[in-house]
Protein backbone atom coordinates (compact mmCIF):
# COMPACT_ATOMS: atom_id res chain seq x y z
CA UNK A 1 0.00 0.00 0.00
CA UNK A 2 1.49 2.86 -1.11
CA UNK A 3 1.40 6.42 0.87
CA UNK A 4 -1.29 8.27 -0.82
CA UNK A 5 -3.55 5.19 0.02
CA UNK A 6 -2.99 4.73 3.35
CA UNK A 7 -3.48 8.76 3.45
CA UNK A 8 -6.59 8.61 1.64
CA UNK A 9 -8.09 5.72 3.73
CA UNK A 10 -6.89 7.88 6.99
CA UNK A 11 -8.96 10.74 5.58
CA UNK A 12 -12.21 8.67 5.48
CA UNK A 13 -11.49 6.87 8.63
CA UNK A 14 -11.38 10.82 10.56
CA UNK A 15 -14.02 11.60 8.27
CA UNK A 16 -16.72 8.31 9.56
CA UNK A 17 -15.36 9.57 13.12
CA UNK A 18 -16.02 13.05 12.92
CA UNK A 19 -19.86 12.84 11.48
CA UNK A 20 -20.73 10.26 14.42
CA UNK A 21 -22.58 12.04 16.71
CA UNK A 22 -22.33 12.07 20.27
CA UNK A 23 -25.54 11.07 22.69
CA UNK A 24 -27.67 13.61 23.77
CA UNK A 25 -27.50 13.78 27.46
CA UNK A 26 -30.32 12.39 29.95
CA UNK A 27 -30.82 12.76 33.48
CA UNK A 28 -33.21 9.92 34.92
CA UNK A 29 -33.71 11.46 38.74
CA UNK A 30 -34.36 14.51 40.15
CA UNK A 31 -31.25 15.06 42.50
CA UNK A 32 -28.68 13.99 39.70
CA UNK A 33 -30.53 16.60 37.49
CA UNK A 34 -30.48 19.43 40.56
CA UNK A 35 -26.59 18.65 40.57
CA UNK A 36 -25.68 18.77 37.53
CA UNK A 37 -27.75 20.85 35.30
CA UNK A 38 -27.89 24.59 35.44
CA UNK A 39 -31.21 26.48 35.52
CA UNK A 40 -32.93 22.84 36.35
CA UNK A 41 -34.65 24.37 39.60
CA UNK A 42 -36.71 26.68 37.79
CA UNK A 43 -38.25 24.01 35.66
CA UNK A 44 -41.39 23.41 36.84
CA UNK A 45 -44.81 25.04 37.57
CA UNK A 46 -45.37 28.06 40.17
CA UNK A 47 -48.37 29.63 41.68
CA UNK A 48 -48.47 33.87 41.85
CA UNK A 49 -48.57 34.43 45.87
CA UNK A 50 -51.11 36.78 45.20
CA UNK A 51 -53.37 34.55 43.41
CA UNK A 52 -54.58 34.78 39.51
CA UNK A 53 -51.87 33.61 37.79
CA UNK A 54 -49.65 30.35 37.49
CA UNK A 55 -46.23 29.47 35.49
CA UNK A 56 -44.94 26.39 33.47
CA UNK A 57 -41.12 26.77 32.50
CA UNK A 58 -38.90 24.31 30.53
CA UNK A 59 -35.71 24.13 29.69
CA UNK A 60 -34.57 24.54 26.07
CA UNK A 61 -31.31 23.16 23.84
CA UNK A 62 -30.03 26.63 24.13
CA UNK A 63 -30.38 27.34 27.62
CA UNK A 64 -33.09 29.81 27.31
CA UNK A 65 -36.48 28.28 28.68
CA UNK A 66 -40.07 28.07 27.37
CA UNK A 67 -42.53 29.74 29.40
CA UNK A 68 -46.01 29.96 29.54
CA UNK A 69 -48.09 32.59 31.82
CA UNK A 70 -51.68 31.42 32.48
CA UNK A 71 -54.68 33.45 34.17
CA UNK A 72 -56.66 31.79 37.09
CA UNK A 73 -54.70 28.86 37.72
CA UNK A 74 -52.83 26.00 35.85
CA UNK A 75 -54.41 23.71 33.31
CA UNK A 76 -57.20 21.61 34.76
CA UNK A 77 -56.53 23.29 38.04
CA UNK A 78 -58.30 27.03 37.84
CA UNK A 79 -56.95 28.00 34.08
CA UNK A 80 -59.59 30.09 33.08
CA UNK A 81 -59.38 28.44 29.48
CA UNK A 82 -58.21 32.45 28.21
CA UNK A 83 -55.16 32.74 26.01
CA UNK A 84 -52.04 31.32 26.77
CA UNK A 85 -48.35 33.99 27.27
CA UNK A 86 -46.04 32.26 25.95
CA UNK A 87 -42.21 33.77 25.91
CA UNK A 88 -38.55 32.62 25.28
CA UNK A 89 -36.89 33.81 28.41
CA UNK A 90 -32.67 34.03 29.72
CA UNK A 91 -33.03 32.51 32.54
CA UNK A 92 -32.41 36.15 34.30
CA UNK A 93 -35.61 37.13 33.01
CA UNK A 94 -37.30 34.30 33.75
CA UNK A 95 -35.89 34.36 37.74
CA UNK A 96 -37.01 38.15 37.93
CA UNK A 97 -40.48 36.55 36.76
CA UNK A 98 -40.55 33.82 39.39
CA UNK A 99 -40.44 36.66 42.08
CA UNK A 100 -43.60 36.53 43.72
CA UNK A 101 -44.53 33.04 43.15
CA UNK A 102 -43.93 29.05 44.63
CA UNK A 103 -43.12 26.57 43.13
CA UNK A 104 -45.71 23.60 43.28
CA UNK A 105 -45.34 19.95 42.67
CA UNK A 106 -49.00 18.42 41.65
CA UNK A 107 -49.85 14.87 41.83
CA UNK A 108 -52.37 13.25 39.85
CA UNK A 109 -55.21 12.31 42.35
CA UNK A 110 -55.45 8.85 40.76
CA UNK A 111 -51.33 8.21 41.77
CA UNK A 112 -50.63 5.09 43.33
CA UNK A 113 -54.50 3.88 42.71
CA UNK A 114 -54.04 0.19 43.55
CA UNK A 115 -54.90 -2.86 41.64
CA UNK A 116 -58.86 -4.10 42.40
CA UNK A 117 -59.18 -7.53 43.09
CA UNK A 118 -60.62 -8.28 39.73
CA UNK A 119 -57.59 -6.81 37.94
CA UNK A 120 -56.83 -9.38 34.50
CA UNK A 121 -53.41 -7.85 34.52
CA UNK A 122 -50.95 -8.61 37.65
CA UNK A 123 -47.92 -5.78 38.15
CA UNK A 124 -45.29 -7.28 37.39
CA UNK A 125 -45.98 -10.72 36.33
CA UNK A 126 -47.66 -10.30 33.62
CA UNK A 127 -45.10 -7.84 31.77
CA UNK A 128 -42.01 -8.02 29.35
CA UNK A 129 -39.30 -5.90 30.83
CA UNK A 130 -39.16 -5.55 34.21
CA UNK A 131 -36.21 -4.51 36.21
CA UNK A 132 -36.50 -3.16 39.82
CA UNK A 133 -40.19 -3.05 39.88
CA UNK A 134 -40.31 -0.70 37.21
CA UNK A 135 -41.32 -1.43 33.29
CA UNK A 136 -38.89 -0.62 30.79
CA UNK A 137 -40.00 1.56 26.98
CA UNK A 138 -39.83 -1.74 24.95
CA UNK A 139 -42.27 -4.14 27.38
CA UNK A 140 -45.47 -5.43 26.69
CA UNK A 141 -48.46 -7.52 28.43
CA UNK A 142 -48.22 -11.18 28.01
CA UNK A 143 -51.58 -11.49 27.52
CA UNK A 144 -54.12 -10.32 25.18
CA UNK A 145 -57.03 -7.83 26.27
CA UNK A 146 -60.46 -7.04 24.74
CA UNK A 147 -61.88 -3.84 25.96
CA UNK A 148 -60.28 -2.67 29.49
CA UNK A 149 -59.73 -0.05 31.98
CA UNK A 150 -56.21 0.60 32.18
CA UNK A 151 -54.27 2.42 35.09
CA UNK A 152 -50.69 3.73 34.77
CA UNK A 153 -48.24 5.48 35.63
CA UNK A 154 -45.19 6.92 33.89
CA UNK A 155 -41.98 8.91 34.18
CA UNK A 156 -40.17 10.90 31.26
CA UNK A 157 -36.62 11.72 31.32
CA UNK A 158 -35.21 15.19 31.23
CA UNK A 159 -33.59 15.97 28.17
CA UNK A 160 -32.74 19.22 27.56
CA UNK A 161 -30.55 18.59 24.56
CA UNK A 162 -33.90 18.40 22.46
CA UNK A 163 -36.62 20.95 22.69
CA UNK A 164 -40.53 20.21 23.82
CA UNK A 165 -42.17 18.82 20.67
CA UNK A 166 -39.07 17.55 19.53
CA UNK A 167 -39.80 13.91 18.69
CA UNK A 168 -36.51 12.45 20.43
CA UNK A 169 -37.42 14.37 24.15
CA UNK A 170 -38.77 11.70 26.34
CA UNK A 171 -40.73 9.90 23.33
CA UNK A 172 -42.29 6.68 24.43
CA UNK A 173 -46.48 5.58 24.13
CA UNK A 174 -48.74 3.52 24.57
CA UNK A 175 -49.85 1.06 22.08
CA UNK A 176 -53.06 -0.96 22.25
CA UNK A 177 -53.02 -4.02 19.86
CA UNK A 178 -50.29 -2.85 17.74
CA UNK A 179 -52.93 -0.21 16.23
CA UNK A 180 -53.60 2.76 18.61
CA UNK A 181 -51.40 4.74 20.32
CA UNK A 182 -51.48 7.49 23.30
CA UNK A 183 -48.87 9.81 22.63
CA UNK A 184 -45.93 9.89 25.52
CA UNK A 185 -43.18 13.18 25.10
CA UNK A 186 -41.97 15.75 26.87
CA UNK A 187 -44.46 18.39 25.44
CA UNK A 188 -44.50 20.32 28.62
CA UNK A 189 -45.48 24.42 28.53
CA UNK A 190 -46.16 24.04 25.14
CA UNK A 191 -49.77 25.74 23.94
CA UNK A 192 -52.05 23.34 22.23
CA UNK A 193 -52.85 26.27 20.10
CA UNK A 194 -49.79 25.87 17.73
CA UNK A 195 -49.46 29.40 16.41
CA UNK A 196 -49.31 30.30 20.44
CA UNK A 197 -45.77 29.12 20.83
CA UNK A 198 -42.28 31.09 21.49
CA UNK A 199 -40.57 28.67 19.71
CA UNK A 200 -40.15 26.78 16.60
CA UNK A 201 -42.36 24.11 16.61
CA UNK A 202 -40.57 20.67 15.65
CA UNK A 203 -43.95 18.38 15.24
CA UNK A 204 -47.49 18.51 15.32
CA UNK A 205 -49.98 19.29 18.28
CA UNK A 206 -51.10 15.54 17.66
CA UNK A 207 -47.61 14.35 18.13
CA UNK A 208 -48.04 15.73 21.82
CA UNK A 209 -48.55 14.16 24.86
CA UNK A 210 -51.46 13.16 25.41
CA UNK A 211 -52.48 12.79 21.26
CA UNK A 212 -54.29 10.55 19.81
CA UNK A 213 -50.97 9.81 17.92
CA UNK A 214 -51.28 12.09 14.68
CA UNK A 215 -55.31 11.89 14.96
CA UNK A 216 -56.49 14.27 18.12
CA UNK A 217 -55.44 16.62 20.22
CA UNK A 218 -55.96 16.16 23.71
CA UNK A 219 -58.64 18.50 25.13
CA UNK A 220 -56.40 20.27 27.53
CA UNK A 221 -52.58 19.70 27.72
CA UNK A 222 -52.40 18.14 31.06
CA UNK A 223 -48.48 17.23 30.90
CA UNK A 224 -46.56 17.15 34.29
CA UNK A 225 -42.58 18.44 33.82
CA UNK A 226 -40.23 15.81 33.52
CA UNK A 227 -38.88 13.60 36.08
CA UNK A 228 -42.22 13.70 37.45
CA UNK A 229 -44.42 10.67 38.11
CA UNK A 230 -47.90 11.08 35.83
CA UNK A 231 -50.89 8.66 35.19
CA UNK A 232 -53.01 7.73 32.49
CA UNK A 233 -56.41 6.03 33.43
CA UNK A 234 -57.99 4.68 30.14
CA UNK A 235 -61.24 3.04 28.56
CA UNK A 236 -60.68 1.27 25.73
CA UNK A 237 -63.91 -0.65 24.08
CA UNK A 238 -62.53 -2.68 21.24
CA UNK A 239 -63.68 -2.68 17.98
CA UNK A 240 -66.19 -5.57 16.85
CA UNK A 241 -65.31 -7.75 14.46
CA UNK A 242 -67.01 -10.77 12.41
CA UNK A 243 -64.56 -12.31 11.49
CA UNK A 244 -62.35 -9.88 9.11
CA UNK A 245 -65.16 -7.36 8.98
CA UNK A 246 -65.46 -4.77 11.67
CA UNK A 247 -68.67 -4.08 12.78
CA UNK A 248 -68.47 -1.61 15.47
CA UNK A 249 -65.29 0.85 15.56
CA UNK A 250 -63.09 0.89 18.82
CA UNK A 251 -63.67 4.05 20.86
CA UNK A 252 -61.30 5.68 23.77
CA UNK A 253 -61.33 7.73 26.83
CA UNK A 254 -58.51 9.04 28.75
CA UNK A 255 -57.52 10.72 31.93
CA UNK A 256 -54.69 11.90 32.01
CA UNK A 257 -53.47 12.99 35.51
CA UNK A 258 -56.96 12.43 36.76
CA UNK A 259 -58.26 15.38 34.27
CA UNK A 260 -60.27 14.03 31.39
CA UNK A 261 -58.39 14.98 27.76
CA UNK A 262 -60.66 12.25 25.67
CA UNK A 263 -64.25 12.13 25.98
CA UNK A 264 -65.44 8.62 24.34
CA UNK A 265 -63.61 9.47 20.54
CA UNK A 266 -64.61 7.33 17.98
CA UNK A 267 -61.38 5.26 16.26
CA UNK A 268 -62.43 4.70 12.66
CA UNK A 269 -58.77 3.36 12.25
CA UNK A 270 -55.86 3.28 13.63
CA UNK A 271 -53.64 6.00 14.86
CA UNK A 272 -50.02 6.91 12.41
CA UNK A 273 -48.25 3.74 11.52
CA UNK A 274 -51.17 1.70 12.68
CA UNK A 275 -53.84 3.13 10.56
CA UNK A 276 -52.15 1.01 8.00
CA UNK A 277 -53.03 -2.46 10.38
CA UNK A 278 -55.43 -4.81 10.52
CA UNK A 279 -57.74 -3.55 13.70
CA UNK A 280 -58.21 -6.41 16.38
CA UNK A 281 -60.50 -7.48 18.86
CA UNK A 282 -57.85 -8.56 21.07
CA UNK A 283 -54.18 -7.72 21.30
CA UNK A 284 -51.32 -6.67 23.79
CA UNK A 285 -50.53 -3.76 25.27
CA UNK A 286 -47.57 -2.33 24.09
CA UNK A 287 -45.21 0.34 25.92
CA UNK A 288 -43.03 1.78 23.12
CA UNK A 289 -39.30 1.99 23.11
CA UNK A 290 -38.17 5.18 20.87
CA UNK A 291 -34.39 5.44 22.66
CA UNK A 292 -35.51 7.20 25.73
CA UNK A 293 -35.46 6.15 29.21
CA UNK A 294 -39.64 6.42 29.79
CA UNK A 295 -40.35 3.96 32.73
CA UNK A 296 -43.76 2.38 34.02
CA UNK A 297 -44.97 1.02 37.10
CA UNK A 298 -48.22 -0.04 38.75
CA UNK A 299 -49.72 -1.27 35.62
CA UNK A 300 -53.22 -3.11 35.96
CA UNK A 301 -56.27 -3.52 33.98
CA UNK A 302 -59.74 -4.25 34.64
CA UNK A 303 -61.86 -5.63 31.95
CA UNK A 304 -64.48 -2.69 30.21
CA UNK A 305 -68.26 -4.25 30.15
Same mark, same amino acid.
Given at each position: ? &???????? +?????????????????? &????????????????????? &??? #????????? *?? @????????? #??????? %??????????????????? +??????? !???????????????? +?????????????????? $????????????? +? !?????????? *??? *?? =???????????????????????????? *????????????????????????????????? %?????????????????????????????? /????? =?? !???????? @????????? $???????????? /??? &????????
Amino acid at each position: M &NYSTTLML +LLAAFSVQAVVKAPVPVW &NNVATATREVEGFQMVGEFLS &NSG #GTAIQANLL *ND @GDFLVATYQ #GGLPGDG %WDQTAILSEKLKSAALAAL +LKGHTKT !ERQSPTLGKPAPANAI +LAFPADFTKVKDGLLLAG $GKTTKDLGSFHMH +L !EFMQPFKPGR *NPS *NQ =DRGNSGIYIFNNYEIQIIDSFALDLDAK *NNAIELESINKQWCGALYKKKTPDIHMAYPPLR %WQTYDIDFTAPVMDGDEKIENARITLRHNG /VLIHD =DV !ELETGTGN @GAKKKQLAK $GPIYFQNHGNPV /VFR &NVWATELK
